[in-house]
């Protein structure tokens, strides 16, 4: 069984009416597999329908939300994301935070990260990623 943990960017689609996504997730699920909902991902999800006042999204969200898995996210997965952090900024590379948390949250789980932004993911050890638009 492998537990998916989708990126900001994956929800974002699907609230905005990419159906393409949902289409995966409900095969994923028929197939035993979990997917999940990282907690940083909800934090940047919640704050951009907040400040756009999205009430249908809002709702959907929260329908998607009920629908997957939430985590906590442990102390361990800081650590992977500083010492990730602290590597890509001596190899010459700086990313984002929010990024940053994701894939540690995703290391530590040892969850598929699913994003369509593997440009910033693929630089991180011992993070599986998918982009399920190349699928």
Same mark, same amino acid.
């Given at each position: 069984?492998?537990?998916?943990?989708?990126?900001? %960017?994956?929800?974002?689609?699907?609230?905005?009416?990419?159906?393409?996504?949902? %289409?995966?997730?409900?095969?994923?699920?028929?197939?035993?597999?979990?997917?999940?909902?990282?907690?940083?991902?909800?934090?940047?999800?919640?704050?951009?329908?907040?400040?756009?006042?999205?009430? %249908?999204?809002?709702?959907?969200?929260?329908?998607? *939300?009920?629908?997957?898995?939430?985590?906590?996210?442990?102390? %361990?997965?800081?650590?992977?994301?500083?010492?990730?952090?602290?590597?890509?900024?001596?190899?010459?590379?700086?990313?984002?935070?929010?990024?940053?948390?994701?894939?540690?949250? *995703?290391?530590?789980?040892?969850?598929?990260?699913?994003?369509?932004?593997?440009?910033h993911f693929d630089l991180?050890?011992?993070?599986?990623?998918?982009?399920?638009?190349?699928?």
């Amino acid at each position: 069984m492998t537990t998916y943990a989708l990126d900001t %960017n994956i929800i974002s689609y699907y609230l905005k009416g990419n159906m393409e996504y949902m %289409n995966r997730i409900k095969q994923e699920l028929i197939r035993g597999n979990r997917v999940a909902i990282p907690p940083v991902v909800l934090y940047e999800i919640r704050r951009w329908l907040l400040f756009n006042k999205s009430g %249908n999204r809002a709702d959907a969200f929260d329908d998607l *939300c009920n629908s997957l898995l939430l985590y906590d996210m442990r102390l %361990n997965a800081f650590e992977i994301a500083a010492a990730e952090h602290a590597r890509l900024k001596r190899d010459g590379y700086t990313l984002d935070d929010a990024d940053l948390f994701i894939a540690g949250f *995703c290391i530590d789980n040892g969850f598929v990260l699913v994003t369509n932004n593997m440009k910033h993911f693929d630089l991180f050890n011992g993070l599986r990623v998918e982009d399920w638009t190349k699928a």
